[in-house]
């Protein structure tokens, strides 16, 4: 029993705490400060800049919804664009999926897939060797501008919140190059903060999405260690058939794709169940 604890320092007014038995990393990179801590209960814990990034014990929750919704409403995504995410874990739930052939994971900090590779390696598995894969450290903002046209069926941004480096990944430009890259009926979806907490985000986020795609929306999820209530998820897309696929059509595609079963948070009617937003943060939707 340690009676060493690890204080979040993300909002004034209401935190959490950790009890850790050791620090394992603790490193200033260009762009942030990362530390890798062993918890008594959470298992490994992240954190950049002083914020939790992912925990061993829930990183399932945030993981699975981040990855299998936008890909099985879409039903048919082959070439999928992750950016942040440099822990591995979305692009592993991502090669799950038998259709996809391509899954690019652009990441601005080096130092975060290196730390992630050495002492989270359950989290990412053998997502950095998968053939399908191609990582590629840089920024998320860089890639979009240059990437083709329609040349992505899904994006998935799991990027910090709106300061700093991950300020970019939230701006008009981003989202038009975004618009542009997706096929006709592509999606993107976003870490969108935790509305109790950071409604502002999910606010201004959407209606500048909403600039961009005809179908703006949000899907929630219990993130243990998003401390808050529901985290929000930011919707975007080209068709919005893709929020209303019914569960017994999305678990057939599970069942094909061979993802039915292997959840721990995700099921077809956690998916479907997860678009109806109480009121506190519905309210902040264009
Ligand atoms: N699951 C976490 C959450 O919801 O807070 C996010 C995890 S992941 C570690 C966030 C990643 O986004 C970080 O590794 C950070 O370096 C990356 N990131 C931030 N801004 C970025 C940008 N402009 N381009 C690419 N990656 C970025």
Redesign the pocket.
């Known amino acids: 029993m340690t009676d060493i604890w690890y204080n979040e320092t993300l909002y004034r007014s209401w935190g959490q705490r950790f009890a850790i038995t050791r620090e394992l990393a603790r490193v200033r990179?260009s762009?942030?400060d990362i530390a890798i801590f062993e918890s008594e209960f959470h298992g490994r814990i992240?954190t950049?800049d002083g914020?939790?990034?992912?925990t061993e014990r829930d990183?399932f929750v945030?993981?699975e919804m981040?990855a299998h919704v936008p890909i099985l409403a879409h039903g048919s995504a082959e070439s999928v664009l992750i950016?942040?995410?440099?822990?591995g874990?979305?692009l592993r739930r991502v090669l799950m999926h038998g259709n996809v052939t391509r899954a690019v994971m652009?990441?601005?900090?080096g130092e975060?897939?290196r730390l992630?590779k050495e002492f989270l390696p359950k989290i990412a598995g053998n997502a950095w060797t998968d053939a399908r894969a191609e990582i590629i450290v840089?920024?998320?903002?860089?890639?979009v501008q240059r990437a083709q046209d329609t040349s992505f069926d899904v994006i998935i941004v799991?990027?910090?919140?709106p300061i700093?480096?991950?300020?970019?990944?939230f701006t008009d430009d981003f989202y038009r190059n975004c618009a542009r890259i997706l096929t006709d009926r592509g999606v993107i979806v976003n870490?969108c903060g935790v509305p109790f907490m950071q409604s502002a985000e999910l606010h201004e986020t959407s209606v500048r999405r909403k600039r961009f795609f005809p179908d703006v929306t949000a899907y929630i999820v219990a993130?243990p260690t998003?401390i808050g209530g529901f985290?929000t998820l930011g919707w975007a897309g080209k068709d919005a058939s893709l929020t209303t696929v019914p569960a017994s059509l999305i678990a057939a595609r599970a069942r094909q794709s061979g993802i039915l079963g292997q959840t721990s948070y995700w099921t077809p009617e956690i998916h479907v169940s997860a678009f109806v937003l109480p009121p506190y943060i519905a309210r902040h939707l264009p």
């Open positions: 990179s762009f942030q992240m950049l914020i939790v990034q992912i990183e945030y993981q981040l950016i942040g995410a440099g822990d874990g979305v652009v990441e601005i900090d975060v897939i992630s840089g920024d998320g903002i860089d890639y799991d990027s910090t919140d700093g480096v991950g300020e970019v990944l870490q993130v998003y985290m």
